[in-house]
């Protein structure tokens, strides 16, 4: 929950919700900074210590804040649909000239017009594409291909099984699950528990109401594997795609232009 003793509107208010939003996301994935820090390695290789980012359902802009605090020349453009969660985001970044958020939805034909810049030397997203169906994905990324400058990259970290491997998916699932029971247990929220504490905020409580009407409950897609998602960057138009970063659900794939 955010710190309710921190004012409404200030720096200290966005940033109890930045950080609730991260505890919860933690809750799922505990090797989250993980992935975050290969993702900036391999921009830094790629594209520079200042990159131009494209932050794709930017959330809260948890890569963003990530970006900025590694690279502080870089600049950073996020975009997505749901309004409680970019709510949080301008709050957080209010100010920062290096930062601009623009509300659009991914599954719109025409949501690249709303962008503010022609192309980026990175465009990034974590645990956010998994709700789009494989269909509805291939579209996405051959949208996202001329985004992406020559020798720019684009990277998806979220979760990728392999089904060739169900009884080592299986024992992960179980594995991790009793870890997050442990955390659930010492107060950590999931999930619906941090959108009842968000819906609970007046700051923030019509947003939310807002985003159940555009999204509904949350639903997954067909989450297909890593060397799916590199093959669909390779038809897409990138040069060369792979995963860079693998743990036993989650992967890391890579497309450089």
């Not at 794709?56 to 950073?76: N, Q």
């Not at 990324?141 to 299986?170: C, E, K, W």
């Not at 555009?214 to 792979?242: K, M, N, Q």
């Amino acid at each position: 929950m955010a710190d309710t003793t921190a004012v409404t509107g200030t720096s200290a208010y966005w940033q109890a919700w930045q950080d609730s939003w991260d505890r919860q996301q933690e809750w799922y994935m505990p090797d989250r900074e993980e992935r975050f820090r290969v993702m900036l390695d391999m921009v830094e290789a790629l594209a520079g210590p200042a990159p131009r980012v494209l932050d794709l359902a930017c959330g809260t802009g948890s890569i963003t804040d990530r970006v900025l605090k590694r690279f502080p020349e870089a600049t950073s453009t996020g975009v997505d649909l749901d309004p409680a969660l970019l709510a949080i985001a301008r709050g957080h970044f209010a100010g920062d000239d290096r930062v601009s958020f623009v509300t659009a939805d991914l599954k719109d034909p025409e949501w690249r017009a709303a962008l503010p810049h022609g192309t980026y030397d990175a465009v990034l997203t974590a645990t956010a594409l998994h709700w789009l169906h494989s269909k509805d994905l291939s579209v996405l990324y051959g949208q996202l291909a001329p985004l992406v400058s020559p020798g720019g990259v684009f990277m998806n970290a979220d979760h990728m099984p392999d089904p060739a491997t169900p009884r080592i998916n299986a024992a992960e699932h179980a594995h991790r699950h009793a870890g997050m029971d442990r955390a659930k247990a010492s107060g950590v929220p999931d999930w619906r528990e941090w959108w009842a504490q968000a819906a609970a905020d007046p700051v923030l409580a019509d947003a939310v109401a807002q985003r159940f009407e555009i999204y509904g409950e949350h639903a997954d897609g067909d989450t297909p594997s890593e060397a799916w998602h590199a093959r669909a960057l390779l038809d897409a138009g990138f040069a060369e795609a792979r995963t860079v970063w693998r743990s036993p659900s989650d992967a890391l794939v890579l497309g450089l232009k």
